[in-house]
């Protein structure tokens, strides 16, 4: 089945074919690292996470390299380092060089320490964003500046004041404006067109409408990116994140109480074309797969065919990143491996329940270090107490022995004899 993907340019699912058979050129718009990421920044690389899996199984990776905070979070979730990751401080000669080239094909102009792009010079201004220049206008809330032809006009570039930081350029010593950092890092690491730019839905306009008129117009209207993706908006039990309100959720605050690969689960169970709402409820319930999935991987089976995932669930990826589809094929796997009972056909379902939780970058654990929880502290408090059982045990105080038993059969927590005189525990 071939790859199909939501493109936000012709707002329609289109195969995805790439300029180059064996290599994707694809950039995703980044951050702006002034404070601990939440959880909508999570969102973002998430979906683009599993896009990047998918990607890589047909066309192969290129591993290269991967703001520590930032990169530590992400990894928590899951996420797999990009090839290549720039920043913007380090492309300051490309960026001045692009605006040059802007203002020697008439794109650009210089006014007062600024550099301006020149809307009206760039006839297919708003076709990513379909709105009218009026609408674009007020959208962009810019302020309508003396030294600017049209109000619509952006900054290329723009004046530093001396505690601020700056660089010298033509134009004296200023700072590059928002959107040319990245035509100018997308140019220079992907080239001039290249296949798939992703990013949040709230970038399309201004920021992603303007790197398209900057690149487009500074290589003589040649397309710049030739797939749009756009992950949807994600709001904390039903409100829209932000400052005022006092909500911003960090990736941080929710490692705190659940482990990485839950929270990508439950940011995995809403497709990433839907409004995702954060809430405790979905957190437990991918929290519960999880421990659904892991039990089925840890229960007693034969020798099993080698892993190769399900194309099923690669087909439901293919198909414009259907995660939860997929999700739903991980559950009905996990009910044939609890139904078909110890054989090699379980073993075989185990690994392709395994190998189809890889792809969505799930399930890489060891099952019993799952089940056993990833709460350090927790996890001694449990096994102290069963050091307490097998000591009531050695002393004959059997009442004591089982008391401790049902006490954490209680909180959930299975024991296991072994004949060798070890207890084993699980969680469920
Ligand atoms: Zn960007």
């Known amino acids: ?23 994707v050129r694809m950039y995703v718009c980044g951050p702006t690292v002034y404070d601990l990421a939440h959880i909508g920044n999570g969102r973002a690389v998430v979906a683009f996470d599993l896009l990047y899996r998918v990607l890589r199984h047909t066309y192969g990776a290129n591993p290269r390299r991967t703001t520590a905070e930032f990169h530590a979070d992400m990894a928590a979730l899951g996420a797999l380092p990009p090839d290549i990751e720039p920043r913007a401080t380090a492309y300051i000669p490309q960026m001045i060089a692009l605006i040059e080239r802007l203002i020697a094909a008439g794109h650009a102009y210089a006014a007062e320490g600024h550099v ?20 674009m206008i007020a959208g962009a809330r810019v302020e309508v500046a003396p030294y600017k032809r049209d109000p619509g006009d952006f900054v290329l570039w723009k004046p530093s004041t001396p505690d601020q930081p700056g660089w010298d350029s033509p134009w004296g010593r200023g700072r590059p404006g928002w959107h040319i950092e990245c035509s100018a890092m997308s140019e220079t690491e992907l080239g001039e067109t290249f296949d798939i730019h992703g990013g949040g839905l709230d970038l399309i306009f201004p920021h992603h409408e303007n790197e398209i008129a900057q690149s487009e117009s500074a290589h003589a209207g040649h397309p710049f990116a030739r797939v749009w993706m756009h992950n949807e908006m994600l709001t904390i039990d039903g409100v829209k994140m932000s400052k005022s309100l006092g909500n911003i ?7 705190a109480n659940a482990p990485g690969e839950a929270i990508r689960l439950a940011l995995l ?3 990433y074309r839907d409004p995702l709402d954060w809430t405790a409820q979905k957190l437990a ?18 020798k099993g065919q080698p892993g190769a995932f399900p194309q099923s669930i690669f087909g439901a990826l293919e198909d414009d990143l259907n995660a939860p589809l997929a999700i739903v094929q991980l559950h009905e796997l996990a009910t044939r491996i609890n139904t078909v009972g110890e054989s090699d056909e379980r073993a075989t379902l185990q690994n392709a329940l395994r190998a189809g939780g890889a792809l969505l970058g799930i399930l890489e654990q060891d099952p019993t270090t799952w089940l056993q929880g990833d709460a350090a502290d927790e996890k001694e408090a449990i096994e102290a107490r069963i050091m307490q059982r097998q000591k009531a045990r050695e002393e004959r105080r059997f009442a004591d022995a089982d008391r401790i038993r049902a006490e954490l059969a209680a909180e959930g927590i299975t024991l296991e004899d072994k004949p060798d005189g070890r207890t084993e525990w699980r969680r469920g």
């Open 1 to 23: 089945m071939p790859l199909v993907l939501y493109n936000s340019l012709t707002r329609r699912k289109e195969p995805f074919e790439p300029l180059d058979a064996g290599l």
């Open 116 to 135: 301006l792009f020149a809307v009206a010079s760039w006839p297919s201004y708003g076709k990513l964003a379909r709105r009218g220049r009026d609408e």
């Open 249 to 255: 959720t960090t990736v941080r605050d929710i490692l």
């Open 269 to 271: 169970m809403t497709h």
């Open 285 to 302: 319930q991918a929290r519960a797969a999880l421990d659904r999935w892991y039990r089925a991987l840890s229960l007693p089976s034969g």
